[in-house]
Structure formats: C-alpha cells, structure tokens
C-alpha cells in the first residue's frame, strides 16, 4: 500500500520540458552578458558575486512578469512553476560561474604572472620555470607581458590570440569539470540529510519561492509592508546610481567610515570600518537566522573594540592572537581553532576520566553490596 | 542522481582533479591535501552554512595552504608546488563567494515545493555550467576591459 503511496506521488511529480530548457539557455547566456558588463566594465555594482544572487533574483522577477503576460495573451499557462524554477536554476548558476564562481578569477589568473612580471619582482626567474606551457595563454621560457598578457590588459580592439587561450582554458576546463562533478555529487549526497532528515531551512530559498509559486507570489505582491521596502531601497539606490553617472545629484549617504573620524590614539587602531545603513539589511537580516545576524552584528563591533583595547594596552597581544576576527590572518584563525579543539578535547577528557572514575566506584560498591547480601 | 551514482562521480571528480594537479606540477600529497580538503571540508563547511544560516555570502575562512602550514612551513613546500598552488588557490579555494554547491542544493530544496522530480534539475544544471562556461570564457576574453562600451557589447554580439 505504502509503495503503491510513493509510485503515485512519484508520478505527480513535473518533469523537465523542452521550452523550460530552451527559456532557460536564454537566460543564462542573457546572465553572462549582464553579469560581465556590470562588474568588470561598469564595476560600480557586483550583481552575482554571492550566494544571494541579486540579477537571478531580478531577471526571475522579469521571467515571471512575462510569464504573466504571455499566459495572459495565450489564455493558458505558459510556463508553470516547475518549469519556472529550472530557468532560475540554470540563470543562477551561469551568473555565478560568469562572476566569482569561476571567470572572474580563472581568466586574470593565468596572465597577471606574466603581465605584473618585471626585473625588479623576478617573478620570471622565481616562478616561469615551474609553470607548463599548457597551464597558461604566454610562453613560460619567453619574456615578461607577452602579447595575450598585454592585449588582456589593455586591450586589443577585440582582437584574442584564440591559439594562445584555447589549450590552457581546455586544460583548465578539465579540472573545472572534477570539480563541479563533486559539487553536484556533494549536493545530491548531502540533501537528502540536510533537507529531509535534519529539516535545514535553506533560508535563501525563500525569496525565488515567494515568486515562483502563484498562491506567494500573490500574497507578495499584495504585500504593502514587501512594497515600501522595495520601494526605499530602490529608492536609495536609484538616486545613488544616477549620482554616479551624474554627479550633480545629490547622493543619499548610506555608509560613513569611522576611521574618518577616529584619528587619535587609542581609537584611531580600529580596523577599516564603515557601518551603513542600508535600507536592504533588515529584510535581509529577517531571511538570515537569528544567530548568523547576532554573530554577525557582535564580530564586526567586536573587532574595533579588541584592537581599541589592544593599541592601549588593556589586552596583551597573546590575548589577541586567540581571537580570530581582529585581524585578517588566517594563520591566527586556524591555530585559534586548533587550541579551541585542544581545549575542548582536554576538557572532554577530563570529562571521561572523571566518568570512569564515578562509574568504577559505582560497580566496586554493587559487587561490595552483592558480596555483603 | 542515485546515491551510488553521485558517490562514483564525486569519487571520479576527485581524483580527476588531484590527477590534473599531478599533471600541473603539485606532489601527489599536496595535490590530495589541496583538493580534498577544499572538496571534502571548506566547501562543506560553506554550504552547510548557507543551508542552515542563510550565509548570503560565503567568504574564504582559511585555504588548505593554511592547514598546510600548521606541520610544515611553507617554503618547504618547495618552489614548484607554491606556484602551482598560487594558481589552483586564485581559482578556487580563495575567494568563495560564487561556490555553486549552494544554488544547486537550493534548487534541489525548491524542487520539493513547485513538486519538480529532482532528477529533473541534472541536465539543466550541466547545461547551464557549460553554457556558463563557455559564453562567459568567449565574452570575457573578446572584449578586453577598457575598451568594453555598450556600443562594443552590440559589434561583438
């Protein structure tokens, strides 16, 4: 009964189609395009360098206004819910990779060494002669900024050596493909423990889900609260992004940096820090889970703080060393860890030691009691 | 994916990666400590917790190097395994904002609610890496930095 349960649910389920594939191959060579221009040639905005993907978001946001409109004309349906998350789902990923999820850092990766090169770094001499031909688009025997270092650089008039970059990115491709072949077999593996037997929240889920299912989406857009948030942090960033086009409009100030106005000792040893007042960062703390916002809000005020007490002499430098977030040295964060671990692991064993004690007396004074009746 | 399926391809997509790095100029040891470390705790580590937390944004913690580093001093790692290390971190282990493990478990999440069969979500998902892939290595590389203008976007297209 309870397989004949499964088999009929099973077959419930939405498959994958053909124009969902298609719409979906649009937009996710739509996201490169975009993603590519906004942050390398504008590089005022970076729309896909996190998890959170703001263009995703907006271009679904497009895709369902669209869908709207063409179900409308259509009098059916045009793309259904199913349908509509695996464009999201493809639109995400190619963003990510076009961004920080791959090219941004692939491609200047493999010329810097050669371009930055010079007499005076001998980087040639220290780093060319471990390098294979096949790994980079110069030649790691010649000399420093080679012509595709150079062209990358400082352009070309859209002119690529094609033959310099076409065996390093397929040799890079290769182990592009072992790795995203993991993380497709790390997400089908840890799902199921993750979503169904711990019942994670997947909390960024929420906001695509709002606008792909029709019975959200509705109560979204009737959302008053939902509209005037969007509406002032649209505002805000519409008036700041005319401002830097055009500098005659006045800017809305959202961030102010308090090393501007901590200059004298002992406050003036904070780290770089800027608060802002983004109008975004409620919604988005309301998304995240309470601990994440707490401990977020707690390490970034707690930094300057330590450094304050460090620089006058209230917190010795051993002291600072075990605390990871007061400066950006991952040598001090990882041996802050691994003494955490010590002292766990000390504290646990003292914890058994001490539970082998009580237990052993436990037993001698049973077998004394069995002995004694 | 089946279990067993995801199990050989994760099992097949380490060791494609650690034999590629071998290949690069990594000792075999450094090449299993980078990748599967990177593979087999940061990443975890990361997407757990976007799945968990609602990390928008999953900044590096530490890099394998720096694991490396608590046994063996670096310059020990000798000049050929640094460099190649210099490139294999720039593309992945350092900067971890765009790690596509956690849109892919969104998406399998997501699949629950709209009642698409997750199996589904495979070929579009390869697809769209491809496609990201190539369009974005092609895009990227013709039009050079400062002399992309919209006007130069449209000649190229």
């Known amino acids: ?373 | 994916m089946p279990y067993r399926v995801a199990v050989i391809l994760g099992v097949l997509g380490l060791i494609v990666a650690i034999v590629w790095g071998i290949a690069a100029g990594l000792s075999p040891t450094i090449a299993i400590v980078e990748f599967s470390v990177y593979l087999g705790v940061v990443v975890l580590v990361m997407a757990r917790s976007v799945a968990e937390g609602g990390l928008m944004m999953t900044e590096t913690s530490f890099r394998p190097i720096d694991l490396m580093r608590l046994f063996v001093p670096k310059h020990q790692l000798g000049a050929r395994n640094l460099t190649i290390l210099g490139f294999t971190d720039a593309v992945f282990t350092r900067d971890l904002r765009g790690l596509l493990v956690t849109p892919l478990l969104d998406s399998l999440k997501m699949s629950e609610s709209v009642r698409l069969r997750r199996r589904s979500l495979l070929l579009p998902a390869v697809l769209a890496m491809v496609v990201g892939f190539v369009t974005a290595a092609i895009y990227q590389l013709k039009l050079p930095l400062h002399l992309w203008r919209f006007d130069d976007v449209l000649v190229c297209l």
């Not at chain 1, 990923?93 to 491609?107: C, P």
């Not at chain 1, 001499?125 to 400082?154: C, N, R, T």
Request: aromatic share 12%; with cysteine.
């Open chain 1, 1 to 373: 009964m309870q397989r004949l349960d499964v088999k009929v649910e099973r077959e419930q389920l939405q498959g994958l189609s053909l124009q969902a594939l298609l719409i979906g191959l649009v937009f996710s060579v739509c996201a490169v395009l975009i993603v590519s221009y906004a942050e390398l040639v504008v590089k005022e905005i970076q729309i896909a360098i996190c998890q959170f993907n703001p263009l995703a978001l907006g271009l679904l946001a497009i895709l369902v206004a669209l869908n709207g409109l063409v179900s409308w004309v259509l009098r059916r349906p045009f793309l259904r819910p199913h349908e509509i998350l695996i464009v999201y789902t493809m639109t995400v990923l190619a963003a990510m990779i076009a961004s920080r999820g791959l090219m941004e850092k692939l491609l200047p990766a493999l010329v810097a060494i050669n371009y930055f090169a010079n007499p005076q770094n001998r980087w040639a001499e220290a780093f060319f002669p471990h390098i294979p031909k096949w790994l980079v688009p110069f030649d790691p025997k010649g000399m420093e900024a080679q012509p595709s270092a150079k062209y990358f650089y400082e352009g070309s008039k859209g002119v690529v050596v094609w033959g310099e970059w076409l065996t390093p990115l397929l040799a890079w491709s290769v182990v592009v493909a072992g790795v995203w072949m993991c993380f497709l077999a790390i997400a089908t593996i840890w799902r199921r423990q993750w979503a169904d037997h711990e019942k994670l929240n997947f909390p960024l889920t929420q906001p695509p889900l709002q606008l792909i299912e029709p019975s959200n989406r509705s109560n979204l857009l009737r959302s008053r609260l939902a509209w005037t948030g969007f509406a002032i942090s649209a505002f805000v960033f519409f008036v700041n992004g005319l401002n830097r086009l055009y500098p005659a409009i006045p800017q809305i100030r959202v961030s102010w940096t308090l090393n501007d106005y901590l200059t004298d000792r002992p406050f003036n040893a904070i780290f770089f820090s800027p608060p802002s007042t983004l109008p975004m960062l409620p919604s988005v703390s309301l998304i995240s889970c309470r601990r994440n916002s707490f401990s977020a809000s707690g390490f970034s005020s707690g930094s300057p703080v330590c450094r304050t007490l460090s620089s006058h002499g209230w917190a010795t430098n051993t002291c600072l060393s075990t605390c990871p977030f007061t400066r950006p040295d991952f040598t001090s964060a990882i041996k802050f860890w691994v003494r955490i671990l010590c002292l766990f692991g000390f504290s646990g064993g003292l914890h058994c030691l001490t539970f082998a004690k009580s237990s052993a007396k436990l037993s001698g004074e049973a077998r004394l009691t069995t002995a004694t009746s």
